[in-house]
């Protein structure tokens, strides 16, 4: 199984910082990698597909970048909305596999 | 617009089986896959299984294999995932999820709104 960490796994951070979440896999998923976002009680909404295009509707300032083994989940200036539980996830290899996730909490 | 609704919350006794739906609606049911995912309170994600909702081909993991089984019904465009000889550790939030193409590598874009299955005697 293709492993996923995740880090840090849990971030304070104060509105308007730049933040950035890093997720490492166990061997090269070329740039099949997703970003979600879950608050609690809800379902994941995805951010970004393929590394680094941001999926409809979703704000610009949220980024994605990388490739191989290494990827970065970047919010360029953090927003109230944006509180919330980050996670990766690999789609190329089954099992389909998700990191353990980043808490973005209020500094 | 796309839509999965699943079925309700669920409390299940050790041992006994549990059965989720999941109805789609605002595409054709039969050209993307759905996948069931669950999630442990507090915990992340775990792949279970997907079924190709047009000929009914499926894939499992390895570690539920055998006691998991994907079916659907096109007439009714609905998945149905059940979970046999159930423990303490099966508890958890269950979604069903469509991804956001139809072919190839594809993430995760629409997702049910959760099941909760409780295991506890």
């Known amino acids: 199984d293709v492993q996923m960490t995740q880090s840090p796994s849990t971030l304070s951070a104060s509105v308007g910082d730049r933040v950035t979440i890093t997720c490492r896999a166990s061997?090269?998923?070329?740039?099949?990698l997703a970003w979600y976002q879950q608050k609690p009680g809800k379902a994941p909404n995805l951010l970004i597909y393929k590394a680094s295009s941001l999926q409809s509707g979703v704000p610009s300032r949220f980024s994605g970048s990388g490739s191989g083994t290494e990827f970065t989940l970047t919010i360029s200036s953090l927003q109230p909305d944006d509180f919330a539980t980050y996670y990766c996830q690999q789609y190329t290899n089954y099992p389909l596999t998700f990191g353990g996730g980043t808490k973005v909490e209020i500094k | 617009q796309v839509q999965l609704v699943q079925s309700g919350a669920e409390v299940k006794k050790p041992g006994a089986s549990v059965k989720v739906s999941c109805r789609a609606s605002g595409y054709i049911f039969t050209n993307y896959h759905l996948h069931w995912v669950r999630q442990a309170p507090g915990q992340t994600f775990e792949w279970m299984a997907w079924?190709?909702?047009?000929?009914?081909?499926?894939k499992y993991s390895e570690k539920l294999q055998g006691r998991v089984t994907i079916t659907r019904d096109t007439s009714a465009t609905t998945a149905y995932m059940e979970l046999s000889s159930l423990r303490s550790e099966d508890t958890a939030v269950y979604y069903c999820?469509?991804?956001?193409?139809?072919?190839?590598?594809?993430?995760?874009?629409?997702w049910g709104q959760g099941t909760l299955v409780t295991v506890s005697s």
């Open positions: 999820v469509r991804g956001h193409a139809s072919g190839g590598y594809y993430a995760f874009q629409h």
């Open positions: 079924i190709n909702t047009g000929n009914g081909d499926t």
């Open positions: 061997q090269s998923i070329s740039s099949w």
